[in-house]
């Protein structure tokens, strides 16, 4: 099997515990995944009478009851996965010994720090991982910010970096402010992007509010976060010449 064979390779199985590790403590997290269970219940909640009448007597849940046990059960299989996750790890694939990771973006929500290329927080974060294995960190600042440098276990103003060690570590990853000019949003007032403040950022949807006008100027760019557009509900007018175009596209550089 191929996963067997990869997991065979050193740096392949380092790098796969401690992605597997940060999924744990971030997309499983068991408070998240609690949360979306019981979203998903209280979505279908009302239907659940009608669908135990229709389907109880072919095989289906009996009750309502019924019904709260078994999504009960899948609650708790939220709260218990973690701990059999760090043991089946540590036996298939031989790592032992944890050491207590504590992150800290400052300030808070000004950029974000992932762990072997998983999203692990924009503010605090706190996790166990598995001692004298790699753990490889970077640092993405949020629009308006740059990364500045690394403080407590780690130094350095790249925002790669790289940690091994066997003992606990806090590690801090300082933003600060890029002078970068924010597009803010909705526009409520009659606005104008100049060229001489240009390049401009949006971290979401543009959206211009009625009776209110959005000017871009020749020469100017907008980089816009993925995904995002504009929404006119008032005016918008666009004067980019040949010589020197509206720039609009997606920011490469978040």
């Known amino acids: 099997p191929i996963f067997k064979n990869l997991i065979d390779n050193e740096y392949f199985k380092n790098y796969f515990v401690h992605r597997y590790v940060t999924h744990i403590n971030t997309t499983y997290n068991t408070n998240r995944i609690i949360s979306i269970i019981d979203s998903m219940q209280n979505n279908i909640r009302d239907a659940m009478s009608n669908h135990i009448a229709r389907w109880s007597d072919y095989g289906g849940i009996n009750s309502i009851d019924d019904w709260e046990n ?14 059999y996750t760090y043991s089946h790890i540590s ?6 010994g944890n050491i207590n990771l504590d992150l800290e973006v400052d300030p808070a929500s000004s950029g974000s720090v992932f762990i072997n290329n998983v999203l692990a927080t924009n503010n605090t974060f706190n996790a166990e991982y598995f001692s004298g294995i790699p753990v490889y960190l970077k640092a993405i600042p949020d629009i308006g ?7 407590g276990g780690l130094t350095g103003n790249t925002n790669e970096a790289e940690i091994n060690t ?17 597009i803010s949003s909705p526009v409520s007032s009659d606005t104008i992007l100049t ?9 979401g949807d543009i959206i211009v509010n ?8 020749e020469g100017v760019q907008i980089n816009m976060a993925e995904k995002s557009g504009f929404y006119i509900y008032g005016n918008l007018n666009i004067y980019g010449t040949e010589d020197k175009p509206v720039i609009i596209k997606e920011n490469s550089t978040v």
């Open 210 to 217: 009625q009776n209110v006008t959005l000017q871009i100027n």
């Open 166 to 182: 066997v003992s606990d570590v806090i590690i801090k990853a300082v933003f600060i402010a890029s002078g970068a000019s924010i």
């Open 91 to 96: 036996s298939e694939l031989n790592v032992s």
């Open 70 to 83: 078994e999504v009960e059960e899948l609650r708790e299989f939220a709260r218990e996965r973690s701990q």
């Open 145 to 151: 910010y740059q990364f500045s440098h690394w403080e």
């Open 195 to 203: 060229e001489d403040n240009s390049p401009y950022y949006a971290n």
